[in-house]
Structure formats: structure tokens, C-alpha cells
């Protein structure tokens, strides 16, 4: 009974503390009509869909990504928005070719198989391949003590793996993301041939993941050629190398970086009714790896983002603020969209309130992380009553969303949906990241969560 | 900042509420063995591997699920419980036979074949079928307006859907499956030859989905078969009865309920180190639907309460009470096993304490319902900051679980796991129920999540 009225008693507390508990059942009824809407008359599991399995895989660059930008145009034109229209942005342009291949040859000249994926941004291999002895290490850290004598003319396999205790495996990814983003620069310091990085996955499996990586400033000429290897493989190829570590590994990759290509950022706006010239905004990712179809990554984000205007027209409610949904295009490989609307942003003088980005699955939504001042959090936090009935808990200060993160000096709040990360990283960049690994309400409790978040701000406004 | 001081003022009201402010450090440091160990050193996985992949649907009374009894048994012996056992009880006995067969006929006799599954405890067709016209019904309320007149000699489908805007997909279950259990008998009242009920799934596929039904106390003559037809198989048949309220359905299904035969369910125990006469249990049934492997509906609920002494004997954690892990027979069409393990806790004068059933599925956790008095629920509540590193939110008066319900006159506390439920009704009684479908982090945050109930319980008693 104790915590009943103290919780009751906080309710009221923080309720009244910013002055909206008279809002609070208006509030409950609109949030009602989001999710009920959401769930029972939703768009964007269908849109997801189209992206998943009509145009696919949305490299920067590529035909794919150049038909989304066309298609969530059309769509977006479907809404009947108060304005549609494609932001110009130069992004690069890397394509993978033929498959990689690649095989560990045992001293008796035995040859296994075993898949990988270039990581995105390496150069090729030679054309005929790089076959040279593996040097086992489990992070960046390690190359020095072995010094050039040791990696001279050597494969580099980067094999420390995410770390399993850790209960947001975004925190893991963390943790582990160095190898694949830098490996291949500090490798090539050492005189190393090339680099196998574990893949960056929880999960026990077949697939290799790829991702962005940097050669820093490593001259061109210096350039060698990194790739991923599946978390089985990883494990395969470490016990074999206990067993024989002179065995050599083999791997040909086709990659190339071509020019800068143009591409466009996604926009569509319904105008504010009292602050037009102050814009909210909710986002995700056009873009997506090549090996599957970006479904959670981030397909997901994108199409709940899109839903949250359409629920806005649909349940009637006529925003304050501008709220601008934004489609950024080059995410994985630059993040060029994002640094062109911000700078347009700026050029133009436009106020941003807010803005909230989807970039982490379309999972079960668990709550938000916040980008923002004591203030504007304090504010978020009271609002988590009105989101206890559909199960969004999850309010707490973090990160806002790569796309969303150039905005940050001239915002007053940045906010990241987090939905369940368990199995985010199961589909990460990899070939398995489709569309029936999202799950219809999922994505549409996503987009519903998103829409309250958004229609709190609008209506409260940020401090 | 006003909410976080006083987030934290109600952290420490509510900690030294209860006197234990002390141990917070110390069930910090414990829970956090609990997690780390079932995350890195887990055995819930494998053991639901073999449950699914080696030994499949273990329905009461299959030589699965005979073999499911030994295979835990033996598990158990392997973990040094202080003692494990098999408590006898008598289980239904029904089958599937061959294959369920169906198609929808046309006027002009074109033949659409359509997949059904029997539902359990059916009755078979007549050898060859039963072939007639179709009503559709929302639910079991119509069938008296409709009376014996229009429902004589015809097919009775039931087709109210899930509905899908209840954030727990439980109480859309809820809401729906009076069809099927009740259907069948409430349809012979007006002379149906037979019924089809829509399957309890939010998301549309071809997968039918069996269950428990139930005669009551319709005469053994009377009896009419019952099958349940995919969510895409049952918006067909409703869209074609639109265009032809004549349409024929004919289905044949060769079900056949045996005599009871004798089963077990599986017991295990840590005998407590003060309390030793005072029980604490924890536990998930044995037996699951025939279609798949049922690796969520309740294998993963098994192995996570195996997992919870083993953890126990893992971290060096010594109970004051004697923790049982109870596996139970035949939650899926009878209950036996609950009853049983009830009854002889009665006539044996066993004193119980607290009990926690795993029966929602593995998915990610979220928290727990407590069937309990208010003074153990806000015992509970009072832990909530504990289990707030490992998002676990959900503590909420509720259901425990159907096979630690026949406890309830005689023990504290019932509580039931609630994992993530959106993606439950996807396998729920479902070929799919399979074991690619449980996330292996997922499974162990549950166990862990369980585990640390069961420790705080056993450390602080209950009232």
C-alpha cells in the first residue's frame, strides 16, 4: 500500500511540478489514438515492405538507393503534406563486385572455405588475393608489443568479441567497434598485409557483418584490404590457429571506391500552426548496407519516422511546430545527409526545437535516450506516466542519433528511440537483416511511441 | 532536477521502507553474478536445443514427452541437487493421427485446399469427412440469434480476430479464445456438424494454430469436430463467403482421445540451509503442442527455471529455503501436473512459501505479475531499483501461472515472468514454435531475471 500512494503521490508531484496535469487526460487520449491508430490502421509495415523487398540493399551510391529516395518521395506526396522535397547531398560511392572469397590452408595444403565480407570503404585485394600467415590479436592495443617484426607480410584477425554481460548491446558494440573502424590503419602501420575482423555479433552464427571503416590517414598507397569474418568462422579460424599457427588464410576482394555521386536527403513538412518557422524533427536513414535489405538498419527507422506525420494527418491533430520528417541518405558510409541538413539548417537559419531519430531496429520500443538539458530532460521524465500503459519505461540521458547529431549545437533536445536491443546485433550489417525479421507490431508500437514523444514536445514545447 | 531528486528520494523511502537498505549493496553485487553467469556461462540454451531439435513436441502422454522426463531428470542429477525426482500423475492421452485435411468448394465445384490443424481434445470427423455450408460468426454470443434454424447441418466459423490495439497481446488472447475452447460445444447446441475457429495469432500467415478445447457436458454423441484455420485461411474463407454465402468447406481430421496413461512431472530441489521445510518453487510445463517443438510454449520456460538452481549452485549462493524446480506435466490439455504437485504439497502438510512460473514464452523480460497479498507486493515493488540495470520494469499485480494456480490456498506469493509478449501469438501452439525463434540472450536474461527474484524472495521472505 506504501508504494501505491507513493507512487500516486509522485505522479501528482511531477504532474504539477510542470503545471500539465490538467493536460494529463487530453494527453492519454491522443497517445491512445496514436497507438490504436498505429496498430490497426498503420503504414508502415507496408512500407517497409516495399524498401525490404521490392528495392533492397540501399547503398550510398547506388540504383537502390537512388529508387528509395524516389519512392518515399511519392509516398510522402501521398500524405498530403504541406510540403515534399528531395535536399541535394553529395555522397560516396564504394560498391563491393564480386563476391569475396576466401580459404584457410592448413600446413598439409588443406583448404577450408569460409565466408567474409569486405568491410565498407576497404580497397581490394590484389586481384589474385593475399595468402600470408595470421597473427591472432584481441584488440588495437596489441599490435605495438608485436611490433613489425611479427605483422610484417601477415593477415592481422582482430578477434576479441563483444562482450556478453553487458545488458544493452549497444554498450558491447561500443566495445568492440575499434577493431573493424581502425584496424586496418593501425595494421598497415606495422606492415601488415591485411585485416579479418570477428564480426560485431552476440550471436553464434554464419554471417559476416560488415560496416564502415577508416584508413585514417593512411597514405593511399599504404591501403590494405580489411574484411569481416562470421562469429563462427572467427571461432573456427582461432581454434585452428592453436593448433597450427603458421596455417595460412586467403582472401580476394573485389571492392572499389568510385566518385562522389549525388543523392538526395528525404524531406517532408506539415507546417506548425502557431511556431511555422520552428521545426521539430523525426528521422532515420535511407541508406543501408549492401548484403541485405536494411530492414531493422534502418529501414525501420525510416518508415516509423514517415508514420509518425501520417498518424499526426490521421488522427487530426494539427501540430504547433513545423514537424519535418527527414530521410537522411548516407548514414553508413559518410554521414553526409546528416551534416548537409544541419549546414542547411544553419545557412538558412532555421530554428530546430528538436529531433528525434530511429536507428536502432524496429524492436518492441522500450523508451528514449536524451540529448538535451536538465530542463528539457526533467520535462521528458515527467511524461513517463503517460507512457507506462504501453509499456515505455526507458527514459534516461544518452545519445540521440548519428543523423540527428549535427543538429546538436543549434537544438535544444536530441532524442534516440531505443527500442529492445537483444537482437539488434543478430541482423547488424549482415546479409540476414531482412524484412521478416521485424515483426509487425513492433515496428508499428515503434512509430506510435515516436509520434507521443513527438506530439508532447510540439505541445509542451522544449526550454 | 526536481525529478531525479525525487526518483531518488523514493529510491531510499522505499529501501529503508523495508529495512534493507544495508543489503542493497550486497543483492546488487548478487544479481549481477546471476546475470553475468547466465549471459557467459548459461546452459539454458543448449538445454532448449536438445528439447527442441532432439527430442521435439512433447504432448502429454507422446513418447516425447516420456522422453522429455528423463532427459530433465537426468540434467537435473547432473546439476548435484540435493534431490531429484519423479512425481507420478495420470495425463490425457489424445493424438493428431494423420494429417488434418480441408478445402473450401466453389458453386461451380473448383476446390481451394486450405491448411487445418484438429484442435486438442477433438473429436475426429466421420472417415470421410464432414462437407457443408458455412456461417460465419464474431464469436459465440451470436450463435442463439442464428439459432437451430440457420446453424443445422452447417459449418460454424468463428472468426473474431485479436484485437489489436491491447498493448498485451494476453489480453487479446483473452478476448478470443472462448472460440476455441468453448466453440464446438456451444455450436452442437443448434446441430453444427462441425466448427472452424480463426486462430489466435496477431499476425497473418498460414500457420493454424491448435489449443485446448473443451465439450463441457455435451453427450459423447453429440460431440462435433473443431479445427482452426490460419489468420490468412480464415480472411479467405470470409472474403469468398462474401461472394458465396454457399460455399462448401469439407474437412477431415482423425484425432482420437486413448485412455489416460501414467507421467511424471520433474522435480528437483536445494534443500534451504535455515528454512529447509519451507518451499519456494519455480517452474514451466513439460508438455507442449504437437505442431513444432514447442520451444517457447513452455520449453524455454523449463530450461530457465533449471537454470535457476543451477545458477544458484553456480554463484555459490546457498538458500534459506528449499528452492524446487518443478517441471510440470500437462498444462497444455488437463493441468494434471499442477494439480498433482498441488495436492501432494497438501497431503504431505509441505509448507509453501513462493512459487514463479516461466509460461509467456523466452522472449526478452520485462518483469513479473504477482497473484499475493499487499504486503508482498510491495515487498516486491521495493526491488524494482534493483532490477533496473537490467530493464526490467514490469511489477504489477496479476496471473502467476497456470500450473502454480493450485497453490494458491496454500502458499504467499504466486508470480509469473512477463517476457516481451509481441511476438508470443506468432508461434503460441504453431508449427513455428520452433527453436530458431528463441534468442539465446533473450532466454538467459529471463533466467537470470527469474533467478533474482527467487534469491531476493529466499532472502527476505515472505509475509
Redesign the interface.
Known sequence: ????S?STL?FF??FS?VGISQNAVQDSIMMKKL??TA??DGKAYDWLDYLSNEIGGRLSGSFEAENAVKYTEAELNELGLDKVWLQPVMVPKWTRGFKEYAYIESLTGEKTVTDICALGGSVATPSLGIKAEVVEVKGLDELAALGKEKLAGKIVFYNRPMQ??L???FEAYGGCVDQRYSGAAEAAKYGALGVIVRSMN??MDDFPHTGAMSYGDTPVSERIPAAAISTNGADYLSSLLKLQPNLLFYFKQNCKTFDDVQSYNVIGEITGSTNPNEYMVVGGHLDSWDLADGAHDDGAGCVQSMEVLRLFKKVGYKPNHTIRVVLFMNEENGLRGGNKYAEEAKRKGETHRFALESDAGGF?P?GFSFDSN?INF?KA??WEPLFK???I??FEKGHGGADIGPLKDNIDVLAGLRP?S??YF?YHHAANDTFDAV????LE?GAATMASLVYLFDKYGTN
Not at 1 to 4: E, H, L, N
Open positions: 500500500m506504501k508504494t501505491f507513493i509522485l508531484l511531477l511540478s497507438y490504436t496498430l490497426t556478453a554481460d545488458i544493452q548491446t552476440l550471436r518492441t522500450r536538465e526533467s521524465k515527467t500503459p504501453y509499456l519505461h526507458y529492445d537483444q537482437r543478430d515483426n509487425k507490431r513492433e508500437l
